[in-house]
């Protein structure tokens, strides 16, 4: 079946303007998670999601980063005003059920933004 | 204290050679651990999961864990040059103030397999 998708897969944006990325899930999947990957670093936890669950939002970096996920599929990751440093891959994963033993996040190809 | 750590590389192995990649953990009652592998560009795609002590085999790919010793290893035998990426070791950690699971990824293992 069809992966995990995410648009745009690339995008360019000037200082201090605001972008949104979506992620579109593994249809069936009740958990979605966001992360970041700067240069040469680990992926970085930012979100997650778990169906109509308040989401956990302990690995936002500041509160210029929002994500919403509608009826419990589709999320977009919100940046607002952007600065330099959060130019990175965005990545989005899902998996059947939420984050335990035994579950497996698969993700999608990424958003490659860059904040110039 | 870093979490998950990786020897970042990079390891450069001959083709046909075997590429040993290791990855150490600090939470003690882990129980899932992953390994990714992550072409240039591309995003972290599963080849191991593994949750007991002990070897795990798929084709060419043995994932080892040791819980005692806190040590998961990715051994890949006859290495082929399509082999070449960066390989991540994810844990799945219980964050006590989060009341949730998360997967904990290390910076990753580059590897080179030279023809």
């Known amino acids: 079946g069809a992966g995990v998708s995410q648009s745009p897969s690339n995008k360019v944006t000037e200082k201090g303007k605001d972008v949104e990325l979506r992620c579109d899930p593994i249809?069936?999947?009740?958990?979605l998670y966001w992360y970041r990957q700067s240069l040469g670093q680990g992926l970085e936890f930012l979100i997650y999601?778990?169906?109509?669950?308040?989401?956990?939002k302990s690995g936002l970096p500041s509160d210029r980063f929002s994500a919403e996920r509608t009826g419990g599929s589709v999320s977009t990751l919100t940046i607002q005003r952007t600065q330099q440093e959060d130019s990175a891959v965005y990545l989005c994963a899902s998996s059947l059920g939420p984050p335990g033993p035994g579950e497996t996040q698969y993700f999608g190809p990424g958003t490659r933004l860059l904040v110039l | 204290q870093k979490e998950v750590e990786q020897n970042s590389g990079p390891l450069s192995v001959p083709e046909g050679a075997i590429a040993s990649l290791n990855c150490t953990y600090s939470d003690r009652v882990s129980q899932s651990f992953f390994w990714y592998r992550q072409y240039s560009g591309k995003s972290p795609e599963l080849i191991m999961s593994i949750y007991s002590n002990g070897d795990k085999e798929d084709g060419r790919f043995t994932a080892q864990l040791n819980k005692a010793s806190q040590y998961v290893s990715l051994l890949i035998r006859d290495s082929q040059p399509s082999d070449s990426a960066t390989y991540l070791c994810?844990?799945?950690?219980?964050?006590?103030?989060?009341?949730?699971?998360?997967?904990?990824f290390g910076k990753g293992t580059k590897l080179s397999v030279i023809p």
């Open positions: 994810a844990v799945n950690m219980f964050r006590s103030g989060a009341g949730s699971y998360q997967l904990t």
């Open positions: 249809s069936g999947h009740t958990a």
């Open positions: 999601f778990q169906g109509n669950s308040a989401p956990d």
